[in-house]
């Protein structure tokens, strides 16, 4: 199931489809370009009524006011989808880091005794579902953020809270003269 061809094939696939979605976002860009030569024909249409004198300008003042509105939000819109664009814009998933994913997950299920392989896998596999000579596995992968392969986690500090003098119970046994009656009390 883990071959290197099967690996191959399926990176292929989602890198494709990776690759179609910007491809929705260019059609509605498409789309609003089209619309806005429209809408700038029209205010040429109108600027040149008006130059021409067949219309005075309290007559074409609300339409040219209208398609103005029109061009303003249309560019505003532009604007947001190349910015989703950028935003949205994936990487290429590459077989060769794929491949080493699986060679490690192999490993793993194969150092471990079936009950950690079994608890391993049901941590991600969400359900199997058999129909005749198929089977269909629906699972999620836990991945690291931003690709990174490995992740480091820091250790919480063990330090007092109380500063270079102690902490205010260690104060308070001092100050009452308590710190050699319970040292004693813990060595006897």
Do not use: W
Request: overall charge negative.
């Amino acid at each position: 199931m883990l071959t290197h061809e099967c690996l191959e094939d399926l990176v292929k696939l989602v890198n494709e489809e990776l690759d179609s979605e910007p491809g929705l976002l260019r059609d509605k860009l498409n789309v609003m370009d089209a619309e806005l030569i429209d809408v700038e024909a029209r205010l040429s249409k109108l600027n040149d009524t008006l130059e021409t004198g067949k219309l005075n300008l309290d007559d074409l003042s609300p339409r040219i006011k209208e398609l103005k509105a029109r061009q303003d939000q249309l560019a505003k819109a532009r604007v947001q989808v190349e910015a989703n664009m950028v935003v949205e814009s994936v990487q290429h998933i590459e077989a060769d880091v794929v491949k080493s994913y699986a060679q490690d997950l192999r490993s793993l299920l194969e150092e471990g005794g079936s009950t950690q392989s079994k608890t391993f896998l049901r941590s991600f596999v969400k359900k199997v579902i058999i129909s005749e000579d198929k089977a269909k596995i629906q699972y999620h992968l836990p991945m690291l953020p931003d690709g990174k392969r490995t992740q480091s986690v820091g250790v919480l500090p063990i330090d007092t809270l109380g500063g270079p003098l102690g902490t205010v119970t260690e104060l308070l046994f001092e100050k009452k003269g308590l710190i050699p009656s319970i040292q004693q009390l813990l060595v006897s």
